[in-house]
């Protein structure tokens, strides 16, 4: 993954690829302005909880996405739900827009910021307000690690079931944020299907109880609104969030196919049956072999697709699943089956866990997450063939084949720029291609600073148009992380 | 009597909503007619005419439909590939002495949704995609076909359950899932109020439950259902799923009884049967918005409010969700009703949601023109 400082295109200069991405100023205060908006945000924050723009901020001005952003403001790092507030007023009454931040994991710029807005980090916020063991629920800051949430709970028996690929770094906030899900939301749904309430700032700094933290539910769900709408709406200060029960057992099955469309075909007839597993998810055979080189995983090497199905839930539960499967597995064509209990020698799930490092290992890339409806999941990987044959890119791909989420990895030579060109050319086909088959171009990611353009391929103006009014119903003014989502 | 507008088409609704704005009327939103629509001056707009299938491949578990085809039909359907919609779309019309058939639209407007809402989510949380029409008479498309999406505002989340305040459904896109190969249903006979822990307590050891509700004494005698114990409030938990596994499921979640807790069990079509009955509130037959309050989120203090209302035999109450939400009937039910207001700030976020949609008020919509409470009439 190219992530170095050679590969990351300055603001004002040009972003790694040449592409869509514009980043441009908004706002900029006055000069003058500025000292008494610093003491002022200064005097509501904790010792330390303000970093004033003569120092280098580099961290925050950058995300997943190759594009550094513009110089911020400040960063504020406020500790309470309170301090939150006061600084979102000061800023508004100042004219300065705001950035909310978590761990700034997002591939796609969304936690990129422009230049003199004021970014809000969650870095200080990571305190668990309440646990409640015996109902398992939690109620936590929004600077918690996803990881964290699981880790504080997995003594009583709960973890936490959306499952980012970065969910050791990233926020609870940035998953509210971007509606986090990955490759068990098969089973256990996606972020806002975990989220029973929050406490949110608006724009003004008015605090609001959403959800469940509302004596009063309003009828509309605003705080499933808030998931996946990329902190526009407003800033979550507290989240409570329902954990799912540790599985008494868990077993995998190991699935290797001669053809993709057999392993496709064999997933489809699996949850067909009745079998829904915890995680279900395919492999090419390039993914396998990047994998396989990193960490013996045990996957068949010689198979064009691999699947790999997680079953949980009770010894019985898992027994029965597991007797049906290898049933259905065989009826389709599985070339190789092994099956692999929690505690095996190699860790089943090792290889599929390490493919962002994997593939890293081999270049740059340009990460697709893009989403067709289940049964064009074989089409979608017959486009990124020959879209990544006619553009003459490497690739690789994962696939969640429970819901027809892939990710396809289109690799380039790192620090060569024409190279990283042809591969954000050649994921913006796929990206087209997929959306082409009643798909969407992102179903995890979000949309940010790198994909907003795409967004026209998918909605019309006037579904834009609508989606804007709502976001102005609650900012006006593209006021919070603006610049991001929409077509400029 | 005021008409019922009926267009076949979202670009005929489009022209109606126009034409009201227009001239400065109001439209109310209805579905089939299943619910006794709320009284009002405006001439109602249903979607009843838009009906059919528009996509439905079984294995991509997804199922687009226009808003007015009746739930019954897509259910017909959906069952022919053993799927079904998992949040368990209630039929209210015993409850309401209504005769229009329930229609997705409705169902996603209103989020009606049945026992299994816990343990899958509701109809919201199945909605995928979406059509409609806003308060401008403009069509709108929003979310997708596909299980996952994150690309660009969520607006499903606001119309589900936004009871016909933001536009008129008229496409609709829902997850699917397979139908398990049985069920079983234990009917406990203990109180209402001991529910939320003993399900808490299933939930916690890895038993998988697919419904719990309460039923007191009165409730069950009128639910005239066999296999229920009489004279005596019974707590009814669901399992789902392969033969064995649900065996095994449920000798693990009776052997959390005490011994005093006698559970009785009823099989696939018993169970089947009960569900139904609890789904749609037969045993409040007829009694419909008269003396019926639901309320939504009781503290368990008001739980054991109910259980001493049920105890004096002139209540009747079904306690659901594991103690979620309840129905109580009887002459004090609406002394249990607490009015509350959003506060301001919020109450003004609401308003503003609606103008973003609606800013003429075209549409007049019950519960959002009200200080309507979190203890809801029905």
Redesign the interface.
Known sequence: MARGRDSIGRFSGQPLASGPIVIRTLFRPRSSARPPLLRELKSVLPEGGLIAPSRRVTTYERDGLPCAGGEPLAIALPATTEQVSQIVAIARAAGVRVMPRGAGTSRCGAAIPLEHSLVISTARMKSVVAFDA???RIRVQPGVTNRAISEHVRAA??FYAPDPSSRRTCTIGGNIA??S?GAC?LRH??T??HLLGATAV?HDG?I???G?H?????????S??L???EG?LALVAEATLRLE????HSETVIAGFAARADALAAA?AV????V?PYRLEFMDWRAVAFTEALVASGYPRDAQGVLLVELQ?????V???AR?LSELLHGAGATSLACSPTDAELDPWAGREAIYRAVSGVGGFEALDC?????QLDAALAQVEAIAAQHGMDHATVA?A????LHTFVLYKTADHASADRARACADRIRSACVAL??????????GLG?REL?TL???A???L??R??????APGDWLNPGK?FPQ | MKSILLPETEQAAGEIVREAAATGTTLRIIGGGSELPLQGASDLLSSRALTGITHY??????VSARAGTPVSELAGELARH?QRLPFEPPDRRLFFGTRGKPTLGGVVASNRSGPRRPFV?DA??HLVGLRMV?GRG?????G????????????G??L????G?LGLLTEVSLRV?????TECTLAIGIECADLP?LM??A??????ASAASCLCAATVARAELAGLPQGQPVALVRFE??A??V???VR?FRDQLTAIQDAHAMDDRASSRVWEAVRDLEAFAGRGARDTVRL??PHDAELHMLQQAAADGEHQVQVDWCGRQAWIAGPSARSLARF????A??QA??D??R???DPQRVFEAG??DRA???QEAM
């Open positions: 015996q109902g398992g028996g709960w971007t509606n899900s939301a749904g996606v806002a299907d608006l008015a609001v109880e959403l469940e509302a004596r009063r539910q309003s009828g509309y769900d605003l499933g609104f998931c996946g709408s526009q029960p540790v599985a008494e489809s949850l067909r049956a009745g829904l839930g009770l010894h019985a539960d027994a029965e699943d049906l989403c067709v409806p289940r049964t969640h429970g819901d027809g989420t009643d798909g969407t171009v992102s179903a995890e990611y979000g949309i994909r967004l998918q909605f019309s006037l579904d834009l609508q989606q009014r709502a976001r102005e119903a609650f989502v | 491949e079984p294995a991509d578990f997804v053993r989510g919201r949380a806003n403009e069509v709108i498309r929003a997708g076909h596909t299980l996952k999406n994150v690309a660009g505002l969520d607006l989340r606001l589900a359950g936004s009871c305040s899932e397979a139908v398990p190969e822990l808490a307590r939930r916690a050891s890895g038993i998988r799923g392969r064995p596994a065996a095994e499921h693990r939504a989120f509350e207001s959003a506060p700030r919020l976020l609401i503003s949601i103008d973003s949609f519960m959002f309507e409470t979190r």
